[in-house]
């Protein structure tokens, strides 16, 4: 027993002799990794100030001057290509022009790399490191977009039409470019920094879907049937067309005196294809101002119709009809070798031709051309082919001018009371207000005779305010009727039985239509003035006008005429001794 406890405490006296000498190593180690901590420390601190002083001295890099330089092209780290290059050009850097020299330059570790970008422009320190990155310059040559490229190149036409290839900014990266689009093109690092938004081309062409309709237009329900068989039959059907071996013409003319409605219809055509259009409405109406196309310097004319003819093949390779209406098509197209005082026809005239037939397809494309001199276009425009097919908007009949009043007077106006009286319903009053002023309009007798024509061969001929009759002119009676109405309401002190529109408003505003356009005829070039007109017939030798004015004291009925002496055209005899032709000679001539 006893030696069994002693056995005992000797274990356990070796065992704390063990535990104290682990003790002992273990006090060890923790002064030895004490030790290193402070070791450690001390190296972090003087890592820090390391540090500390080496961005100290990158910033002593930034200090001034400084030298600009534009960003060409940035190179990321890269493997080398063994046997073409050594290490050190693959390491990162960036292509700048300096004093215009091409240079590959560093850029300072402090700067964010994303933030040099192609186009922008640096800053340089004497070791020609990048030291900043400043806004991107946005001034430079104006050029124009001949072409885009699908490497993202442009192709621009700079000054006396050089042609050049240039590259596109950061800026322009991810941009929409159409041909046609101005841009900003720097010259030292070839490339387009920006587009301009100029007015100069959208003030000629405007994009638009008119708000008329075959509805609004009155008294030319024939021209408006040939329309639609020309135009909409090959849009909305053209399965149809191809299998019976049809192709949808490429142009339409509409030729006809001023105020017919040519611009109107074309407008509608616009409207009515996209109203058609089985999905949104995408029909593109491209109005072309004609006149504003013309400039002083050569090719810049020919450049505009190169632009309209890209934008609407832009717009029809979506497979949506794009019309392209030209008005007063003549002051541009007119026949080659007919200018006095220029030849601008020679070169405008082909470019026209080149677009509408040229190599490159005009698919989904109509050009309508509106004109009241069509004596004057081109002949190689008016071919079939070309503008296949020609429409002549005459001057309306008297059918045709009521239903054109029809499109101004509606019932929905104030009428006069005594005129509902008379009349009962309003439908009714409208209808008989229009058939009386219609009537009066289309009277052939002394108090619508508006100009007498002489020819070359000595006859003469009387013209009516029926035969100048068309839709603007009926436009412009209403309104002179309804201004009337309002006159006389306003000189009633208000009173609410003198307000509404009367039947005698609107005969009054007939004959002030026309007597206020007494001294518009051109009597120094009559036959000019003749086919601008509309008048068809012989050769004009001079005119004399008709027109009789009415006394003061007849206002509110129909007015007492007078005659008033004009004097004719020099070289025309007073009487030249025939006969004025009767009204049914002068409806048929």
Known sequence: MESGLTHQLDAAKRRASTLVEKNRTLEYQLQTAARNNRRMVDLLEETRDEIATLKAALELDGEAPFAFATVLEVHPAREPVEGVEIAATVQGGVDVIHNGRRMRVTASPLLDPARITPGSDVLLNESLTIVSVLEAERAGELVRVKETMDDGLLVVVGRGDEERVVRRSHRLSGQRIRVGDAVTYDSRTGQALDVVPLNEVQDVVLE????????DIGGLRDQIEQIRDSIEMPFLHPGLYREHGLKAPKGI????P????KTLIAKAVASSLAARSTEERRSYFLNIK???????????????????FARAREKASDGYPVVVFFDEMESLFRTRGSGVSSDVETTIVPQLLAEIDGVERLDNVIVIGASNREDMIDPAILRPGRLDVKIRVSRPDAEGAADIFGKYLTAALPLHATELERYGSRADTIMAMIATVTDHLFTRGPETEYLEVTYLDGTTRTLYFADFTSGAVIANIVDRAKKKAIKDYLSAGSAEEAKGLRTEHLVQAVREEFTEQEDLPNNASPEEWARVSGHRGGRVAGIRMLIRHSSPDS?????TLTSTDHTRTPGIPEHPGTTTASASQQESQ
Do not use: M
């Open 208 to 215: 638009e879907l008119p708000d008329v309709s075959y509805e």
């Open 253 to 256: 003319l509409l030729y006809g």
């Open 258 to 261: 001023p105020g017919t409605g």
């Open 290 to 308: 004609g006149p504003e196309l013309l400039n002083k310097y050569v090719g810049e004319t020919e450049r505009h119709i190169r632009t309209i």
């Open 555 to 559: 206002a509110g009925s129909r007015p």
